[in-house]
């Protein structure tokens, strides 16, 4: 079986209350639970005006 990484760039539009790690996190986990994904960490958070 062949294993790859792959890397995603996501740009994403939060509230103000909204807190970017904890977005981020909840993706990872969400990618942890399918797809076969074995493992997902966020790598970077750019927050922008």
């Known amino acids: ?3 790859v990484d ?3 760039k996501l ?3 939060l509230d103000d209350k909204d807190n ?3 977005l981020a996190n909840e993706i990872c986990r969400q990618l942890l639970k ?3 994904v074995r493992r ?4 970077n958070i750019v927050e922008r005006d």
């Open 20 to 22: 970017p790690a904890k």
């Open 34 to 36: 399918s797809y076969g």
């Open 6 to 8: 792959l890397y995603l």
């Open 11 to 13: 740009e994403l539009e």
């Open 1 to 3: 079986m062949q294993r």
């Open 40 to 43: 997902a960490e966020p790598s």
